[in-house]
């Protein structure tokens, strides 16, 4: 069965465009995986520490045949490939990928809660999953990112990054993504 995922991806140290990039193409290189939607790049002031450089975020749409398990296990590989280093809760890193959604499952363990917790609170994730998924319905809530992000209030300190996705954004393996 193949299943819809959407990712979440962050970055504030080192080379964060290059970060994001590697990232989706480790996700689409997996057998199992493939990135089918890139949103735009964001830049957002960090929340939680402040005192840290801002971060890009992207979200990603993959379709997988992953368990979900499985899928959160092949992520926490891409993050581990790019030096992910877990020290500060909210704090800098050279990655961060977050499950989002998956399909209109409802998953709550210990190590797994989709939808993502805190994603219809958070202007870096609902702007850039706006491009991709305006349409898709948060479980349980029954609204829509797109009405999500209607009633959300501040969307102050994401913006548009000035450079974007281009032909550096190769991710080849099944003739490339769709771009929005």
């Known amino acids: 069965m193949i299943r819809r995922a959407y990712i979440g991806l962050g970055t504030n140290l080192g080379q964060r465009k290059t970060n994001l990039k590697e990232a989706l193409i480790h996700l689409d290189r997996h057998e199992q995986m493939e990135v089918a939607q890139v949103s735009g790049i964001y830049e957002t002031a960090p929340v ?19 368990s979900p398990r499985e899928l959160l296990e092949a992520m926490l590989q891409v993050e581990r490939k790019l030096h992910r280093v877990r020290t500060i809760r909210w704090g800098p890193r050279t990655i961060d990928l977050d499950l989002l959604l998956l399909d209109h499952e409802v998953i709550s363990e210990p190590q797994l809660t989709v939808p993502h917790p805190r994603m219809t609170e958070r202007a870096f994730v609902l702007i850039p999953l706006a491009e991709i998924a305006l349409d898709v319905v948060i479980p349980p809530t029954g609204r829509t990112v797109g009405e999500w992000l209607q009633v959300l209030g501040d969307k102050e300190g994401v913006r548009l990054h000035p450079h974007q996705w281009g032909p550096d954004l190769a991710i080849a393996k099944k003739g490339g993504v769709k771009k929005t």
Do not use: Y
Request: aromatic share 6%; net charge negative.
């Open 48 to 66: 939680g520490l402040l005192e840290q450089p801002d971060f890009l975020n992207v979200c990603a749409e993959v379709r997988t045949s992953l």
